[in-house]
């Protein structure tokens, strides 16, 4: 079974509208934690937002938050106001075990295209 | 500046021939890691190291040998036993607890 599983293969969303990308996730360790990364069409990998499996409110930073649902399983990550630089693809990533130094590899999904349209 | 090298950019090879893909890193992290991604796919991990002359398999170890003998160093072997080596390799760093920061990668091709 897929740990990190993204529905959305691609997307197309007119400038200055909200986006929100969808993630859920599959683990039975306790302590997990969530990460959104952006990968601009250069293929480098740019960290977006980080949620703890343990935080009690979503994280957000700057025009990104994440809609944290612990009992679904779900990480959806929201575009506030997208603008033209914000098309790329959108990986969803888990890493397990996030407590006791927290070293571990990242599991991935497969990713979301979005294409912000003017 | 602080970041993560590798290079080169684009590498192409004969099948059959080993090849090592660099990564450097002067961000002072711990801990490293190899990830692959095919056309249309997301990351999959290879190997990573949480410290000097250590180093753990990840999902999709096989065919490919690492070393880590300098912090700031953790190069990639792909080896003639990878069966399908062609994809986009990138490696990641980060200090232990925290996110990884990603460098530019390499293109593998291999003929």
């Known amino acids: 079974a897929q740990k990190i599983t993204q529905t959305q293969p691609g997307m197309f969303v007119q400038e200055k509208e909200a986006v929100t990308l969808d993630c859920t996730y599959d683990t039975s360790d306790p302590s997990y934690g969530l990460f959104w990364y952006k990968q601009p069409s250069s293929g480098e990998m740019i960290f977006l937002i980080y949620?703890?499996?343990?935080?009690?409110q979503n994280a957000t930073e700057g025009r990104y938050s994440l809609n944290f649902q612990k009992a679904r399983k779900s990480a959806n990550l929201v575009i506030s106001a997208s603008q033209l630089g914000d098309s790329a693809m959108y990986f969803c990533?888990?890493?397990?075990?996030?407590?006791?130094?927290?070293?571990?590899?990242?599991?991935f999904g497969k990713g979301t295209h979005l294409i912000i349209q003017p | 500046d602080g970041g993560i090298t590798q290079s080169p950019k684009y590498l192409f090879r004969k099948e059959g021939q080993n090849v090592t893909l660099s990564c450097e890193q002067n961000l002072n992290h711990d801990a490293m890691y190899w990830y692959r991604q095919d056309p249309g796919q997301g990351l999959r991990l290879i190997y990573y190291s949480q410290i000097v002359n250590d180093f753990q398999k990840g999902d999709i170890a096989e065919g490919y040998s690492v070393s880590r003998e300098k912090k700031e160093s953790f190069p990639l072997t792909v080896t003639s036993a990878q069966k399908n080596p062609t994809a986009f390799y990138l490696c990641a760093s980060s200090p232990q607890g925290y996110e990884q920061y990603f460098g530019p990668g390499t293109r593998l091709t291999v003929t």
């Open positions: 990533a888990m890493r397990e075990d996030d407590s006791g130094g927290g070293a571990d590899g990242l599991t």
């Open positions: 949620q703890g499996s343990y935080d009690q």
